[in-house]
């Protein structure tokens, strides 16, 4: 038996002779064998991984036997990972044992709040009130969530985040429960969540109830042995686990927080930051095949307007544009014009408020992930209970609104710059980037998809958070829309994503009518690392597949990764060098 496995974009092929073997030997195993292929490459003694299957995307427990999960021939890809204490936004987030906070000083905290609350004898909200003793029949009418499930890797985002709040030691849960959900999380078993449904007044109600449904043995869940199925028998047959049965408070401590938007939020964040990233070296070569100047990107200019996301954007610019490091011979030949457009010009100013508003969002995140969110809140070493309103969803909300008007100008201004390229009075190019206009279109529609895109995110970019309806008899009567402000802002990041690479595949065609011209070595190694899955374009094809392998280099950062290396040498020759580009 021989499977693929992808580490760091290398495949390897790893010959399994005994298939009874598990999951985590494959994945050593490849790591091992990449470790050979790349000496200069420091790797863990210890490494932490996670795998994937490629066929359906199914998250792949490494604990499992390689047969029972596995074909013959079968793909799968391996990511690194961190150990977890507090969050910080990662895509993926690593298998996680009782890791040292937990059973210190949370497992204490945790302990000694949980046992608070069994000796209140005032009432407390959740605890001996009508919602604490009968927890369950009161749950029953919050599974009301609509739409389609979370995709595995996201509802696994949703429980590690609640988890990582519980085991705070501030929500009165029991360590059992704890320790039932950690075990299901390990285990990848993951209940069926309806993405529809909250408005982000307390907390995301809706969709972690129904992820509370089928901790509790109820409902369907999904696991990477069984897909999607029973719950019991996902728990209990697949794999061994006993529901949850719910004690005073846990009824709402497992449903009251914000960790539905944040968790969408996080991959919204961490999705925009890399294409932020990448925006600037497709901007960079866009400017390069409309022959622009890199005057403006001048180190005086920026230092006088001295803006964050401004100053780190021109220096990447100088950091791939002609340089006596990287010189261009496209770039030699006369600048006969006074000034650029300023979809070229001024990249710095629109993409570096981009950057700016992505980092104050990263910000607010961070804190919204490592805080407790439920209510009421326990704080057992002052023998109180505190109803609040730490479940209320506005600052997600609103940063994720902030993140999705910011996000969505790279693609705005990436449009123009698509439709320069493609029109002839304006780039000195062939019209729509094709020989031969009169049989082919070329760019033609590919543009008006750009555009298409782009006129979705301006509806898109509504904000959420300004709107609030009055719910649950006027006590939750001001609410954050956060659910749907997450929503918009992934399909907002995607939308963005989606423009670049059509704006990757245009300039990297246009550069095809300089040759045997070449240009910097950074932006040459864009244009190999692309020819790698896209063809130039001689006459007209199916545009959809390039723009969507297109799409896949820059959701893999393939792109930044393949300049990174010049940016570095460039920062190592140059006073004037490029900050935080890792």
Same mark, same amino acid.
């Given at each position: 038996m021989r499977v693929s496995v992808c580490v760091r974009g290398d495949w390897l092929v790893v010959p399994c002779g005994d298939p009874s073997k598990s999951m985590r030997w494959l994945g050593l195993e490849a790591l091992r064998r990449y470790a050979r292929a790349h000496p200069s490459e420091v790797l863990s003694s210890q490494p932490s991984?996670?795998?994937?299957?490629c066929v359906d995307g199914g998250l792949l427990d490494v604990e499992d036997s390689i047969s029972s999960v596995l074909s013959d021939n079968d793909f799968v890809k391996l990511r690194r990972s961190t150990e977890v204490g507090n969050f910080c936004l990662r895509l993926t987030v690593p298998k996680f044992k009782h890791c040292t906070p937990l059973t210190n000083h949370l497992r204490h905290v945790a302990f000694a709040s949980f046992d608070f609350l069994n000796l209140c004898i005032v009432v407390v909200y959740g605890v001996n009130t009508g919602f604490g003793k009968f927890a369950r029949s009161v749950l029953v009418c919050v599974w009301a969530g609509v739409g389609a499930a979370?995709?595995?890797?996201?509802?696994?985002?949703?429980?590690?985040?609640?988890?990582?709040?519980l085991a705070k030691g501030y929500s009165g849960v029991s360590l059992e429960t704890l320790q039932k959900m950690l075990s299901a999380f390990n285990a990848s078993c993951l209940s069926w969540v309806p993405e529809k449904g909250?408005? =982000? @007044?307390? =907390?995301? /109600?809706?969709?972690? @109830?129904? /992820? @509370?449904?089928?901790l509790m043995g109820e409902g369907q869940m999904w696991s990477p042995n069984t897909g999607w199925t029973d719950a019991r028998t996902v728990k209990l047959k697949g794999h061994g686990l006993t529901p949850i049965s719910l004690k005073p408070k846990e009824g709402l401590a497992l449903i009251n927080g914000t960790q539905m938007m944040s968790s969408l939020g996080a991959e919204a964040v961490e999705r925009a930051e890399a294409i932020a990233r990448q925006a600037d070296v497709i901007a960079a070569l866009t400017l390069e095949v409309l022959r622009g100047t890199n005057k403006a990107f001048d180190n005086d200019i920026h230092a006088v307007r001295p803006h964050a996301g401004q100053i780190l954007v021109a220096q990447r610019f100088r950091a791939l544009l002609h340089s006596d490091i990287f010189p261009s011979a496209i770039a030699e030949k006369p600048y006969d014009r006074v000034q650029d457009a300023y979809t070229l010009r001024c990249c710095p100013q629109v993409h570096g408020v981009a950057n700016d508003t992505i980092a104050f969002v990263k910000k607010i995140l961070n804190t919204e992930l490592n805080s407790s969110t439920d209510n009421p809140l326990v704080f057992a070493e002052r023998g109180i209970t505190i109803s609040g309103g730490n479940f209320h969803g506005e600052y997600p909300a609103k940063a994720l609104d902030? /993140?999705?008007?910011g996000v969505h100008e790279l693609a705005s201004i990436s449009e123009r710059r698509i439709e320069r390229m493609c029109n002839p009075s304006l780039s000195d190019l062939p019209a729509f980037l094709v020989k031969e206009g009169g049989f082919n279109s070329g760019f033609m529609i590919a543009h008006c998809t750009a555009a298409a895109l782009v006129s979705e995110n301006k509806v898109l970019c509504h904000p959420a958070s300004v709107d609030s309806l009055s719910t649950s008899a006027a006590t939750e009567d001001h609410v954050s829309? =956060?659910?749907?402000?997450?929503?918009k802002a992934l399909r907002v990041v995607e939308h963005v994503e989606q423009v670049l690479a059509i704006e990757l595949l245009a300039a990297c065609q246009a550069l095809e009518f300089f040759r045997p011209l070449g240009t910097t070595a950074p932006l040459e190694r864009v244009y190999e690392l692309l020819r790698t899955v896209v063809r130039p374009w001689d006459k007209d094809r199916v545009m959809s597949s390039d723009i969507e392998v297109a799409h896949k280099l820059l959701l893999e950062e393939k792109v930044w990764k393949a300049v990174l290396p010049y940016m570095e040498q460039y920062k190592d020759s140059h006073r004037d060098h490029i900050s935080s580009v890792d």
């Open positions: 991984f996670v795998l994937k299957r979370l995709i595995p890797e996201r509802t696994r985002m949703l429980l590690a985040l609640r988890i990582n709040t909250t408005v =982000g @007044a307390s =907390g995301d /109600l809706a969709p972690l @109830a129904h /992820l @509370a449904l089928g902030f /993140l999705s008007i829309m =956060g659910g749907w402000a997450a929503r």
